[in-house]
Structures are given as C-alpha cells and as structure tokens.
C-alpha cells in the first residue's frame, strides 16, 4: 500500500515504532510525519525513549493525554531531522502552543491513537499549520456544524449532516488556527474564516471572513492540502512569507 511504501528509512528518534509520510508532494523546506501510537505505551517499541522535555503539568496528566503528548514529540523530533541533520523536540509554552527550535516553525496534532507533526524552515514559512481528525458520525457531524461553520457554508451543504465536508472544514480550521496563531498571538473563533472551495485530490480553500491582524485581513484566502492517512482526515496549512506580499487570487491559481 502507498503508506506502507513511503514508511521509508529507519526514523532517527530512538524506538520509533511507526513513521509515516503523508504528503509525499511536500512543499520545498517542509516535512510532515505522522505516527500511530499506543495509549499504554506512547510511539515507541522499546523503554528507552528520547530526550523529549515533559512539562509537569503533562507529567501529572493522564496516561492518554502524556502518551499523545509524547507522540506528537517524537513526529516533530523526526520531522525535524529531516529537515535539519539534527534531532530536537519541541517545548511548551503557557498558551499550550509549541515552541520550535530557532530557525523553525511547525504543528503539531493528535487523535485517537495517531498523531502527526509539521517543520519547516521559519525563513521560508511564516505559519505551518496541520490537523488530524477521526472520520465524523453523521451524528457528531451534525452537531458540530453550528458551531464550526458559517451560515454560507452551511448552506453549500449537500446534507445537513455531511460528514466529510463538516469534518473537512472543522479540520482545515484547526490547521489554520495553528498557522496564523503564531503571526496573529490571539485566539479566534471557527466563524473567523470559511471553506470557498475544495477538490477531492486534496486541496481546498479558506477564506477570512473578518481582520485578524494588520497583516490577514478579511477576505485573503490562504490554501490548504488534505488527506486520508490511515482512515483519518489529515490537513495541512502551508503559507510562505513571499506568498503574503502577493495578490493571491492571481497567484492561487487551483480554482
Ligand atoms: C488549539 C487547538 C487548535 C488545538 O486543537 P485540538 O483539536 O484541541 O487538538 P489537536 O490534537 O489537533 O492539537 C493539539 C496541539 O495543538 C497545538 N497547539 C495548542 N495550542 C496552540 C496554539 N495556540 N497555536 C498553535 N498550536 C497550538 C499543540 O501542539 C497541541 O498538542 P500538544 O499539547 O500535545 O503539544 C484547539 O483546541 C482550539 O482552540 N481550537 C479553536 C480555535 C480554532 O480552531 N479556530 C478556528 C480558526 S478559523
């Protein structure tokens, strides 16, 4: 199978158990990692983990909430490697967002027992954002779409209760909030952009439906990659400092 094709290379982070390439189309200076991981036993197939910092506050949290915790790490430690030659994980600041290594930027995800982690080159991007998301019931889909999605959005439904399209757009919001929370330094709600359009080869749009900042403004669009990875609903949030300075409806040219 594809996936099992692209789990190429021993991974560098110690005892590893899994590693898994979602997009193998990654932009330049970028690589994302994704793993399956155990709730008793974290992502790694023997004791001796790697150098990853716990903060207390995951020390004391539950056995599921650290092995995610460690997981999401070791997808950042390998991402990193890839990138850079060299190993390093993440830390935690208070605001519970990562605090990557210096001439880096990244995200991190996790879901059920599957996490995914996203590094880039901070000289090139400005905001990495990635999200994972187990498939929506039509129940779950249902409840969530107030909440998660504009009333133009809403009506571009093909059924209230349509799972994928809910889950899609729940998802890239995530991985947008990730990506411009760095820039932006403040929480904003899921009415903050919209999904205009998407492809079922991976790709979509979001656009911002009021100002977050000087720098996005209502109305930019900003694009966004998806994937099934192992029944799940990867996104993906890529945005490059050059890609700001430019008209991007000229630019984006997918749709
Ligand atoms: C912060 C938030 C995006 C995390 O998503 P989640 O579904 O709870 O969980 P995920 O597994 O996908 O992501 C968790 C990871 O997000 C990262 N994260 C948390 N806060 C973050 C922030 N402010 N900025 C960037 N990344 C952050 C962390 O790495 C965390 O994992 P870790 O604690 O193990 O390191 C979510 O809780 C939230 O507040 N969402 C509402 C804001 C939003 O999405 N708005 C939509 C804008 S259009």
Redesign the pocket.
């Known amino acids: 199978m594809y996936i099992a094709q692209l789990a190429r290379d021993l991974p560098s982070v110690p005892g590893l158990a899994q590693c898994l390439w979602p997009w193998p189309d990654e932009p330049r200076d970028c690589c994302c990692v994704a793993t399956r991981f155990s709730w008793e036993t974290g992502c790694l197939d023997r004791p001796a983990g790697p150098d990853i910092d716990i903060p207390p506050w995951i020390a004391r949290a539950a056995p599921r909430r650290r092995a ?2 460690i997981a ?1 790490r070791c997808c950042a430690g390998e991402a990193l490697r890839r990138l850079t030659g060299k190993t390093t994980f993440p830390g ?1 600041a208070e ?4 605090v990557w290594p210096r001439g880096t930027i990244g ?5 059920g027992d599957i996490a995914i982690a996203v590094a880039g080159s901070s000289a090139r991007y400005c905001g990495l954002g990635v ?2 998301e187990k498939p929506l019931t039509e129940a779950e889909a249902r409840e969530i779409a107030p909440q998660a999605l504009t009333e133009r959005e809403l009506q571009r439904l093909r059924t209230p209760a349509d799972a994928f399209l809910i889950g899609l757009t729940f998802s890239a ?2 991985s ?3 990506a411009l ?1 760095p820039t932006v330094r403040r ?4 009415h ?2 919209q999904l205009v359009a998407w492809k079922p080869a991976g790709t979509g749009l979001l656009s911002l439906t009021r100002d977050l900042s000087p720098e996005w403004r209502r109305g930019q669009e900003i694009p966004v990659h998806f994937r099934y990875l192992e029944n799940f609903v990867a996104t993906r949030v890529s945005i490059e400092w050059a890609d700001r300075q430019v008209d991007r409806a000229s630019r984006y040219e997918l749709y």
């Open positions: 995610e915790y999401g935690q605001d519970r967002a990562p995200s991190i995800s996790h879901s999200d994972i919001k995530e947008l909030f990730k929370y929480f904003f709600g899921f903050a952009s």
